[in-house]
C-alpha cells in the first residue's frame, strides 16, 4: 500500500549519525559532532544541510592533546567518542583555538572530568575562558601561547599561530609538525555536514566554503591576510578546520582560494586618489538637490574621485563591493515618519559584510517637520565603526541658492578630510552640551 | 578650573575641556572613529593610540594595565573608557 502523504521533514534531515570517532591521520582522531539539522547558524548563515563541530585528538608518546570540543548540546556525543580513543588520565593538553561557543560547549564537563589537564589558549582566548568557566577559572592551569610557542607531546609536537580575528579575536591555529597537519578551527571551515567527513568523500561543497567565508571572514580580510601569512610558509598536507570537510585533498589549495578571496579581482582605476561615494534618496528632489551640491564641492579640488548614486528602486546587493573598496561614504535621506528611508537602512545593514572600520562617513537630508533622519544615519555608521567628522546637514524643505553653497562646502570640506588636508578645527566642551 | 587641549587627529578637532574628562566623553559627539563596547573598562574595543601627552593623562588602574595587556596593546594605548585628561595638551586616534 502507498502513502500520498509527504515525507516527515524530520526524516529529510536525518543523515546516519557518525558512529564513532575517525582516524584522518596517522594518531590524529576526529572526535566532533555532526548537527545535519541545523538550518541556520548565529542567525546569519543559512545551512542547508546543517555543519559539524570538529574536535581531534592527538596522541603522542608522551601525553594526548585534545584540540578544540564542540557545541555544549553534542558534550555526550563528544565524550563518548573522546572515551573511545583515550583515557581521561593520558590526556595532558587541552587547545582552545576559538571560544566560541560551538567550540567549547563541551569544555566544562570535559574539564570536571579531565581536571588535570593543561590549557593553552591565545593571549586574547584567555578572557573569554575565564568568561566561560567564571570561578573555577583558577583551578586550572592555563597557559597563553603566541606565534612560535610549542607544547610537546613527547614524538609529537604543538605549534600556536596567533591569527586574531578570523573571526574572533582570541582566534588562533595549531600546527602538528611532524605530520604538517593544521588545526585552524573557524578559518578555512565552512557549514556542511557529511559523516564522510573528508573533502575528496563528501561532495561538492564548494558552494558553503565561499558562503561562509563572504559572511564569516570578509570582514576581517586583512586579519587573514595576516593569518595567512603565517600559514602559507609551513609544510601543510592536511587542515582541519573546526567545521565542515577535513581537507586532506590538496590542501594548498584551499588556502590559494582563500589568498585569491582577500585580494581585488580587478585593479581599481583610482589607484592612490581616495573615493568618495554620495548615496542618496529623494522624495521630492531636495535631498537629490543637495546629493548634487555635495558632489559639486567634493570634486572641486580634484584630488579625490567622487561619485553619485540615486539610491531609488535599486538592489543594494551589488553596492556592498564598491563600498568595500570606498575611502569615503556620504549618505542623502529624506526624513519620513522620523526615520531615514528604507533603502538606506537597507544598504547600511548590508555593510556589516565588510569592514567598515576607519571610512569617512557623513549623512544629510532634506526634511519638512522633524529631520531626525541625518543623526540617525550618522549613528549607524558610527557603530560601522567609522570615523563622522563633520556633522551631518540638515535643510528643510528644498534648499535655496545659499543653502545650496552650504552643501557644496560640506562636500569641500569631505573632501579636504580624505585628501589629509582638513581644516584643523578647536571647540570648547561646551559646545557639545547640545549633541 | 584646569583645562586640557584634547586632539582627535581622526576627525582633525581640538577640544577644550576640564582636567579629569574622559575620552569617551567627548569622542562619539565629535565623530571620531574610537569606538565602545562595554564602556567598563573590561572588554578592550576602545583602545586608543595616544600620538602625544601620555604623560598628561590619569595613570591607568590595574585593570585598564590587565586588559591592555591582555589584548596587546601596544606602549601608548590606553582605553578611552577608562583614561582621564588631566593638563597640557593630548592628541589621539582610534588605535
Same mark, same amino acid.
Given at each position: 500500500m502507498?502513502s500520498?502523504?509527504?515525507?516527515s521533514p524530520?526524516?529529510?534531515?536525518?543523515?546516519?549519525?557518525?558512529?564513532?570517532?575517525q582516524?584522518?591521520?596517522?594518531?590524529v582522531?576526529?572526535?566532533?559532532?555532526?548537527d545535519?539539522g541545523l538550518r541556520?547558524f548565529?542567525?546569519?548563515?543559512?545551512?542547508?544541510?546543517?555543519?559539524t563541530?570538529?574536535?581531534?585528538?592527538v596522541?603522542?608518546?608522551?601525553?594526548?592533546?585534545?584540540?578544540d570540543?564542540?557545541?555544549?548540546a553534542?558534550t555526550?556525543d563528544?565524550?563518548a567518542?573522546?572515551?573511545?580513543v583515550?583515557?581521561?588520565?593520558?590526556?595532558?593538553?587541552?587547545?582552545?583555538n576559538?571560544?566560541?561557543?560551538?567550540?567549547t560547549g563541551a569544555?566544562?564537563?570535559f574539564?570536571?572530568?579531565?581536571p588535570?589537564v593543561h590549557?593553552?589558549v591565545?593571549?586574547?582566548?584567555? #578572557?573569554?575562558?575565564?568568561a566561560l568557566?567564571?570561578?573555577?577559572?583558577?583551578r586550572?592551569q592555563?597557559?597563553v601561547?603566541?606565534?612560535?610557542?610549542?607544547?610537546?607531546?613527547g614524538?609529537r609536537? /604543538?605549534r600556536f599561530l596567533t591569527?586574531?580575528?578570523?573571526?574572533?579575536?582570541d582566534?588562533?591555529c595549531?600546527y602538528?609538525?611532524?605530520q604538517?597537519?593544521l588545526f585552524t578551527?573557524?578559518?578555512l571551515?565552512?557549514?556542511?555536514c557529511d559523516?564522510r567527513?573528508?573533502n575528496d568523500?563528501?561532495g561538492?561543497f564548494?558552494?558553503?566554503?565561499?558562503?561562509y567565508f563572504?559572511?564569516?571572514?570578509?570582514?576581517f580580510?586583512?586579519?587573514v591576510?595576516?593569518?595567512?601569512d603565517l600559514?602559507?610558509p609551513?609544510?601543510i598536507?592536511?587542515?582541519a578546520?573546526g567545521? *565542515?570537510?577535513v581537507?586532506?585533498?590538496?590542501? #594548498?589549495?584551499y588556502?590559494r582560494h582563500?589568498?585569491?578571496?582577500?585580494t581585488k579581482r580587478l585593479a581599481?582605476e583610482t589607484g592612490? #586618489?581616495?573615493?568618495?561615494?554620495?548615496?542618496y534618496?529623494?522624495a521630492y528632489?531636495a535631498? =537629490?538637490?543637495m546629493?548634487?551640491a555635495v558632489y559639486?564641492?567634493?570634486?572641486?579640488?580634484?584630488?579625490?574621485c567622487v561619485?553619485?548614486?540615486?539610491?531609488?528602486?535599486g538592489?543594494v546587493?551589488?553596492?556592498i563591493? /564598491?563600498i568595500?573598496?570606498a575611502? *569615503?561614504l556620504a549618505f542623502?535621506?529624506?526624513?519620513i515618519?522620523?526615520?531615514?528611508?528604507?533603502t538606506?537602512?537597507? /544598504?547600511l545593514?548590508?555593510l556589516?559584510?565588510?569592514?567598515?572600520? *576607519?571610512?569617512?562617513? =557623513?549623512?544629510?537630508?532634506?526634511y519638512?517637520?522633524?529631520g531626525?533622519?541625518v543623526?540617525m544615519v550618522e549613528a549607524?555608521? #558610527?557603530?560601522?565603526k567609522?570615523?563622522?567628522?563633520e556633522?551631518?546637514?540638515?535643510?528643510?524643505m528644498?534648499p535655496s541658492?545659499?543653502?545650496?553653497?552650504?552643501?557644496r562646502d560640506?562636500g569641500?570640506r569631505? =573632501?579636504a578630510h580624505l585628501?589629509?588636508?582638513?581644516?584643523e578645527?578647536e571647540?570648547?566642551?561646551?559646545?557639545? /552640551?547640545?549633541? | 578650573m584646569?583645562t586640557?587641549?584634547l586632539t582627535f587627529?581622526d576627525v582633525? &578637532?581640538t577640544?577644550?575641556v576640564?582636567s579629569?574628562?574622559?575620552?569617551?566623553e567627548?569622542?562619539e559627539?565629535?565623530?571620531?572613529g574610537i569606538?565602545?563596547g562595554?564602556?567598563?573598562?573590561?572588554c578592550?574595543?576602545c583602545i586608543?593610540?595616544i600620538i602625544?601627552?601620555?604623560d598628561?593623562l590619569?595613570?591607568p588602574s590595574a &585593570?585598564?594595565l590587565?586588559? &591592555?595587556k591582555?589584548n596587546?596593546?601596544g606602549?601608548?594605548?590606553?582605553?578611552?573608557?577608562q583614561?582621564?585628561?588631566l593638563?597640557?595638551?593630548?592628541?589621539?586616534?582610534?588605535?
Open positions: 502507498t500520498n502523504a509527504p515525507a524530520t526524516a529529510d534531515r536525518a543523515r546516519p549519525a557518525s558512529g564513532g570517532p582516524e584522518v591521520a596517522d594518531r582522531t576526529w572526535i566532533g559532532a555532526l545535519p541556520n548565529d542567525v546569519i548563515l543559512k545551512t542547508a544541510n546543517g555543519t563541530y570538529n574536535s581531534y585528538v596522541r603522542g608518546s608522551a601525553g594526548v592533546a585534545v584540540i570540543t564542540v557545541k555544549q553534542f555526550a563528544f565524550l567518542k573522546l572515551e573511545a583515550a583515557r581521561y588520565d593520558e590526556i595532558t593538553t587541552l587547545v582552545l576559538h571560544l566560541e561557543p560551538d567550540h569544555v566544562p564537563e574539564l570536571r572530568r579531565a588535570h590549557i593553552y591565545s593571549p586574547r582566548g584567555v #578572557q573569554v575562558l575565564r568557566l567564571k570561578d573555577e577559572f583558577d586550572y592555563v597557559t601561547v603566541e606565534t612560535g610557542d610549542t607544547v610537546s607531546l614524538d609536537t /604543538l591569527t586574531p580575528y578570523v573571526h574572533w579575536p582566534t588562533q595549531t602538528l609538525q611532524e604538517n597537519l578551527c573557524d578559518l571551515g565552512c557549514h556542511y559523516d567527513l573528508f568523500k563528501v561538492d564548494r558552494f558553503s566554503f565561499e558562503y563572504d559572511h564569516i571572514m570578509r570582514p580580510k586583512r586579519y591576510a595576516q593569518a595567512l600559514i602559507e609551513l609544510e598536507d592536511m587542515i578546520p567545521h *565542515g570537510p581537507l586532506r585533498a590538496h590542501p #594548498q589549495e588556502i582563500y589568498r585569491r578571496l582577500i581599481s592612490a #586618489q581616495k573615493t568618495l561615494l554620495i548615496f534618496v529623494s528632489g535631498t =537629490a538637490q546629493a548634487g559639486e564641492g567634493a570634486a572641486e579640488s580634484g584630488d579625490v561619485s553619485l548614486f540615486d539610491l531609488q528602486d538592489d546587493t551589488p553596492l563591493d /564598491l568595500e573598496e575611502d *569615503g542623502g535621506t529624506p526624513t515618519n522620523g526615520d531615514a528611508v528604507r538606506v537602512w537597507d /544598504l545593514s548590508s556589516v559584510d565588510i569592514e567598515t572600520k *576607519g571610512k569617512l562617513g =557623513a549623512a544629510f537630508g532634506s519638512g517637520w522633524t531626525e533622519a543623526g549607524r555608521m #558610527q557603530g560601522l567609522m570615523r563622522v567628522p556633522p551631518g546637514l540638515r535643510i528643510k528644498h541658492a545659499p543653502e545650496l553653497e552650504e552643501c560640506f569641500r569631505l =573632501a585628501a589629509g588636508r582638513p581644516m578645527r571647540i570648547d566642551m561646551s559646545a557639545l /552640551l547640545a549633541r | 584646569a586640557a587641549k587627529t582633525a &578637532l577640544v577644550n576640564p579629569g574628562t574622559r575620552i569617551i567627548i569622542s559627539k565629535i565623530g571620531s569606538t565602545y562595554c564602556r567598563e573598562g573590561e578592550g574595543t586608543t593610540h602625544e601627552g601620555q598628561n590619569s595613570d &585593570l585598564e590587565r586588559v &591592555l591582555d596587546l596593546a606602549r601608548n594605548d590606553r582605553l578611552a573608557c583614561c582621564q585628561v593638563e597640557g595638551t593630548v592628541k589621539v586616534r582610534p588605535g
